[in-house]
């Protein structure tokens, strides 16, 4: 039973528009969330984080919002550009710094429609 | 800047080889870890180190051996490879108290026949 869920393998979007990217996890016990971008033939490579101290965190385009209620969170692209265009990952876990106890994601391949 | 470097990048390999996958990182992370992705499974944690001479299971170890002899290499054994190992690898660093995110590899592909 997978304890992070990315339920949309693939999203397309215009150029411009929003991107919204959702993640859903089970574990009540996870306190820190990351988002990881990976283009084709590449490594995952770090876009942004949050703590459950906080509901939102925002960085330039990027922002994830999180609802611990509902054990919910997202990733907001605005404007979405073609280099968006990779597999977006969402991870969890219970502190900031077990990453041992990282759990990711499947993933969401994201495609940005010039 | 290197980063995390992994070698090889492709492998193929008979059912029941043996073979280690490489990687190094220059940034004097102590922690190392090694993940496998699959189709719809995310990333999963193989083996992971907190520092030269310690190691520990992850999530899917069966099959794999690991070592850290340095603080910069941290090398996966397939001991005798099976047609489930077909994957694609990647080894990630971090440092242990700060940062929260992990820096990885360009990853390496093994194809078990």
């Known amino acids: 039973d997978q304890q992070v869920k990315q339920n949309s393998p693939s999203l397309s979007v215009q150029e411009g528009r929003i991107s919204i990217l959702n993640c859903d996890y089970t574990n009540s016990m996870f306190d820190y969330f990351l988002w990881y971008k990976k283009y084709p033939a590449e490594g995952p490579t770090f876009l942004i984080s949050i703590s459950s101290i906080k509901d939102k965190n925002e960085d330039g385009r990027f922002t994830v919002f999180l609802n611990k209620s509902a054990k919910h969170l997202s990733l907001h692209i605005v404007p979405s550009q073609p280099g968006d265009s990779a597999v977006y990952f969402c991870a969890a876990s219970p502190l900031k710094t077990s990453y041992d106890k990282v759990i990711f994601g499947p993933g969401t391949s994201l495609s940005v429609i010039p | 800047n290197a980063g995390v470097t992994q070698t090889p990048k492709f492998q193929v390999l008979k059912t029941g080889q043996s073979m280690t996958l490489q990687c190094a990182q220059d940034?004097?992370?102590?922690?190392m870890s090694w993940y496998r992705q699959d189709p719809g499974m995310g990333l999963r944690l193989i083996h992971y180190s907190v520092g030269a001479g310690i190691t520990d299971q992850g999530e899917v170890p069966n099959g794999y051996n690991v070592s850290r002899s340095t603080t910069e290499d941290f090398p996966l054994r397939l001991l005798s490879a099976a047609p489930s190992q077909t994957s694609v690898y990647f080894c990630?660093?971090?440092?242990?108290?700060?940062?929260?995110?992990?820096?990885f590899g360009e990853g390496s592909r093994l194809t078990v026949l």
């Open positions: 940034m004097n992370h102590e922690y």
């Open positions: 990630a660093s971090s440092f242990l108290l700060t940062t929260g995110e992990l820096f």
